[in-house]
């Protein structure tokens, strides 16, 4: 296999190739905007930032300094306020100093409470007064341009307070121990510096007042110039910017609308012409895909857009040299014309003539690139002669349009031949299926599982990678076109890990999982088992294996997947391959021994539960084989199912087990059973004359159909309308149905009543862990009095121990069977074991048809 891509990163350079210019259409202006075309040349572009730039930078400055000086008018105003309000303060503490010092001087009796007072205000006043300064000098400092008028105010207003503040110190030493008329005149002295303060604070007042109101007035002017300067700034700004920017955009917007018409036209010749048309970007990558590249190679624009050519179509098998040769072009920006073999997004090998041409920019620079393909014969047809024939002999299904088997078969086989011819290529083989689509038609409509196998296909088609395959085996015998419809393979490209494999296949079932709308509204839910085979060097012998190999593993594969459950995805191994011999080995032997009478019936006594006296026997079949002796219906039955013999097997034990009923009747009267249960399997329900062929076994052994009990698993009963509908004609013969394994299945109490049955029997494995489970013990008690409600019978199996006797017992259930009571014995032995049991009369409830 190749390990070169188609592409490769852009080229740094662009080489000598003729460069594709934009349409010539699209080259002169409309001639009444020619004079504008300075405006947006590089020197006009320059010259309108600059002035754009400058417009907005004086822009800028006139708000920064509008909003400096806005700040700092308010930093004015709080500084002003302060003072304005110290020197209120100061006054009112002026007059109190003063009135304080004639208290102390007229009252030397309660100076000591005066001189507490006097103190506390002088600490105040001495306090404001630094405060005043401070302020004083911190707006000096931030305002140099403040009045000197109005600095000698506040100095002297500091002044005043200072020489108001020594006065009254010296009033208090006065007072203290000194003459009163000391004491009169000190507070005289201080009655007469209280005018200057009271002087100073009203000036230093009016003062600031005054400022204020110019600083007002000169901002208003200069926001009124600034505002000015602004908008003349905006008009020049929309005059030598604004209006040559509109201009030039309608200019631009009219050659584009020109490139437009002529673009639009171009598109409608690439889109409607015959050959494929793909333009990519600089880094080759999918940018444009007309209608013909998408037939040519089934990959849509949506689904092919951001990739690369090279990996949407690489074939392994493809011709190196060619692709060598494409990779430089690429690496050069070359134009090149080459033909090699692609793969189409179905998987199909395509040989396609591949015309790359580089797409260059008015200034040379690299755009892009154009490929224009056409299918072509291979050439040399002697080295690829399958692909060839594959190229050209590949089928489709008619139901979904995917490749039939004859594509996948031809693709499996040129895969193998890669491999032997490079032991480091690896690919993948999943086989798939779905749940079974009669029902659906059954139940919704006619074609209702086309639709499904229509949507499936839409879905993978949506899903593989790109150079895989995929197709639909219409009309192969297999296990899985049994499961329902036809199985749909994948073959996957490039893989070798298990990982990988695995991976790609949970995403296939993720995807095949969600709801299929029928009809647009109607959701169905089919699940997919897939089966794979991982092909390497490793699994190639001298002998094989060879395609058919491959497909039949994965097939087997896809059968383990089934066995284990809903959406599984399995590996194959060599283990499986020798179970499915074994099962092929049984089924032949199984063959051999219908024909040789080898099946037998045995029987396993139904008791009552209150009497523990039989009132029943279950008819069970059994090989019995000439070399492994006496072989129990589980290791054959499943083979019996696939391969199509239950029908026969169901048949025999139903005609047997009623013959040797009425028999019993004869030899053993009141000791012999009164009811014969026989289990139904899937293919006997699908006839269409099954009720013909009970009646005929009745009618031929002249058995009542009352004592008949057919008996179909859970799974079976919850099928839907059609064995519905296959039950009530049963039940119009008077025979009498079961539900066996009740509990393991689909169905559930709340449906219980929907089903046309007489019987449940509770599943062996609920009974068997009823004593320590108390999930299943509860889920017991609830089927038995769901059935009691609806006058069913109710059946315990697989009773083993006199503890799960007892218990049962106790929840009511009227009937059972187990290995406590009997195992299951051929017809000789359960007639002896009869005659030793109690007769009693055991009248047998009969359920109202549902």
Known sequence: MSTLPETLP??????????????????????????????????????????????????????????????GLDDDRTADAVILELSAAQRTQAEQVARLGLFLAADPVSRKEHVEVLQALLVQLRADAVQIG???????????????????????????????????????????GRPKADGLRAALALQAEVAPVDEAALRVSATLRSEAAARGAALHRNATIGLAVLLALLMVLAAVVVEPTVRSVRRHALRLRSQSTELRRRALVAEHATAGVLITDRDDRVQWANAAYTQLTGWGLQDALGHRPGELLAHPQADEDALRAMQDAVRSAQ???????????????????????????????????????????????????????????????????LPDRTVVMARLRHALDHLRRHPGYGFAVLCMNFDPFKPVNDTLSQGAGADIQRQIARRLSLSVRPGDAWARLAGVESVAADLGGDPYVVVLDGVRDEASVQAIAQHLLQELAEPYLLNGCTPVHSAARIGIVLC??????????????????????????????????????????????????????????????????????????????MVGVEALVRWRHPEQGLVCAAAFIDVAEACGLNDAIGDLVLRTACVQFMHWQT???????????????????????????????????????????????????????PVQAQLRKLKSLGVRLALDDFGTGYASLACLHQLPVDTVKVDRSFVQHAQTVEHHCVLIEATLSVARMLGMTTVAAGIETQGQLELMRELTCDRGQGELFSRPLEAADL????????????????????
């Not at 063959?591 to 008791?607: H, S």
């Not at 030793?836 to 055991?842: E, F, G, I, S």
């Open 831 to 850: 007639e002896g074991w009869a005659r030793r049991q109690p007769a009693v009369t055991v009248v047998t409830r009969v359920a109202e048809p549902a």
């Open 667 to 721: 030899e053993l009267g009141l000791l012999a059973p009164r009811q014969l249960a026989v289990k139904l399997s899937r293919a006997q329900l699908e006839r269409e004359d099954l009720v013909d062929q009970v009646r005929g076994v009745l009618q031929a052994c002249a058995m009542p159909p009352e004592h008949l009990q057919l008996e179909l698993t859970e799974i079976l009963g919850a099928q839907g309308a």
């Open 536 to 613: 390497t060097g490793e699994i190639l012998t001298d002998t094989g294996p060879t395609a058919e190999d491959l497909l039949r593993h994965a097939d087997t594969a896809m059968h383990e997947a089934k066995r284990l459950g809903r959406g599984r995805s399995v590996l194959f191994n060599n283990a499986m391959h020798e179970r499915r011999m074994r099962a092929l080995a049984v089924e032949t032997d199984l063959r051999r021994a219908l024909q040789d009478d080898e099946l037998l019936v045995v029987y396993q006594p139904v008791v009552d539960l209150s009497s523990l006296a």
């Open 335 to 401: 134009g090149l014309r080459q033909a090699w073999l692609h793969r189409g997004r179905n998987g199909g090998d395509l040989w396609l003539s591949v015309d790359l041409c580089p797409l260059r920019g008015d200034d040379g620079t690299l755009d892009g690139y154009i490929r224009v393909c056409t299918e072509s014969c291979p050439h040399p047809v002697r080295e690829h002669p399958a692909t060839y024939t594959l190229a050209t002999g590949a089928r489709t299904d008619a139901l979904t349009a």
């Open 10 to 71: 852009r080229p740094s350079e662009a080489g000598p190739e003729v460069p594709v210019t934009a349409p010539a259409a699209a080259a002169a202006p409309p001639p009444g905007l020619v004079a504008d075309e300075a405006l947006v040349g590089d020197g006009g572009a320059l010259r309108l930032r600059i002035l754009m730039y400058a417009a907005l930078a004086a822009i800028a400055l006139g708000l920064s300094w509008a909003g400096w000086a806005t700040l």
């Open 134 to 176: 401070t302020k004083r000098l911190a707006r000096a400092g931030a305002r140099p341009s403040v009045n000197p008028e109005a600095a000698q105010e506040e100095e002297a207003w500091e002044g005043a307070g200072v020489r108001l503040a020594n006065r009254a110190e010296s009033l208090l030493k006065a007072t203290a």
